[in-house]
């Protein structure tokens, strides 16, 4: 497609944010959108990288309020748009080893029984029974909510585009953004490696890449990119079918069925900052060392495929929704490893925001750029 001279909307970044804003803003009318994805394909980046979990099971009121609108989504999504999300409702199952968290999962699970989530507490022998073919000696408590569960990354990026391409929308791959145009304090359009683009509005959907993009146009947007990675392995013929999306907290280890076998991943405390999606072989061994503590099923197992992704983190694990202090250069980024199961309501948030000036199905009003500076951080507890 010829790269366009002007445009009412310009979306950087080709992800589920990106395509859900698009997506939700041809559906408002706004028709002459551009978005640009510097790769070959859509999704190629963290959102195709993602493990594809989707939950309600968060420590505060807004992350809890996203999910009740986006999980929803997710499931009328084939009535919407014509392709299926695959959700699975197959459970997250935390498991909690330490003291600490079990009083901070209280105080969390009384919050999502306030708003509606009917989150499940185990105790730990209730754990045991539900999962008597891993080793949970240690578990204390565990926590479990029947509708969280999978999508796939993939079917939602896809669902979304086709549906923006059939409103008039035009989606560009292999068109990466080199610059954003700003003049008087005002956004004024993107320099790309195919040319420039004039628009009075561009949004930010570049999600690990959200920083870089943002000091193009000389805003700090405080979005760290951060290695995390799985693997998938060889068919478990003992696994059984009901096997949860479990969660092991205080070690960040997680494990989902998929396909016959089970994807596992840990996330690396000590992970540096930095663009690098390579597979880390010596994390691998950390990593599968206590998932077969856990798991001792895994020792049958052989590898099947490795990934690893970026997570697109804040300082308080939230996202970032709305302006910036240049006019016209909005920002949807930040989500901190639960971007994907809350894509559907960002994008329909973001077409908000772009045109009656707030959210409104959602108040995400909290999550401005502006509370970095003003030190009105929003800590997330439920991160993996």
Not at 146 to 167: E, I, T
Request: aromatic share 8%.
């Amino acid at each position: 497609m010829e790269l366009p001279k002007a445009a009412e909307v310009v979306i950087v970044g080709g992800g589920v944010m990106g395509v859900s804003t698009a997506y939700h803003l041809a559906k408002r009318g706004v028709r002459d959108v551009v978005l640009l994805e510097r790769e070959a394909f859509l999704g190629q980046g963290s959102t195709g990288r993602c493990a594809g979990g989707v939950r309600y099971q968060f420590a505060t009121e807004v992350n809890i309020r996203l999910s009740l609108v986006s999980i929803p989504m997710l499931e009328r999504f084939r009535e919407e748009v014509g392709i299926d999300a695959g959700y699975r409702p197959i459970g997250y199952l935390f498991l909690l080893t330490r003291e600490e968290d079990v009083q901070a999962f209280r105080h969390n699970v009384d919050l999502q029984r306030r708003l509606g989530v009917q989150t499940e507490w185990l105790s730990g022998d209730e754990v045991r029974r539900r999962l008597p073919f891993m080793r949970l000696d240690d578990v204390i408590a565990g926590t479990f909510h029947a509708k969280d569960g999978l999508a796939d990354p993939h079917s939602v990026v896809q669902g979304y585009a086709q549906a923006a391409r059939r409103m008039g929308v035009r989606i560009l791959t292999d068109t990466e953004v080199t610059d954003i145009h700003v003049e008087g304090g005002r956004v004024r359009g993107v320099e790309t490696n195919r040319g420039s683009i004039a628009a009075p509005v561009v949004v930010n959907a570049a999600g690990p890449w959200a920083g870089v993009v943002g000091r193009m146009a000389g805003v700090d947007i405080p979005v760290t990119p951060l290695r995390r990675q799985w693997l998938t392995t060889t068919p478990l013929p003992d696994l059984p079918p009901d096997f949860p999306f479990v969660i092991d907290f205080a070690q960040a280890l997680y494990f989902h069925p998929e396909g016959k076998g089970v994807l596992t991943g840990m996330s690396n405390p000590n992970e540096k900052p930095g663009f690098n999606t390579s597979v880390d072989p010596e994390w691998e061994l950390v990593h599968m060392e206590a998932a077969m503590a856990r798991l001792p099923m895994l020792a049958q197992a052989g590898v099947m495929s490795r990934v690893a992704g970026l997570y697109e983190v804040t300082p308080d694990a939230h996202p970032i929704f709305g302006a910036t202090p240049v006019e016209g250069f909005y920002v949807c980024a930040g989500f901190s490893g639960h971007g994907f199961m809350h894509g559907p309501v960002a994008g329909l948030l973001m077409a908000e925001i772009l045109l009656d000036g707030r959210a409104h199905t959602v108040d995400v009003s909290m999550l401005d750029l502006a509370r970095f500076q003003e030190d009105r951080l929003i800590r997330e507890y439920n991160v993996v």
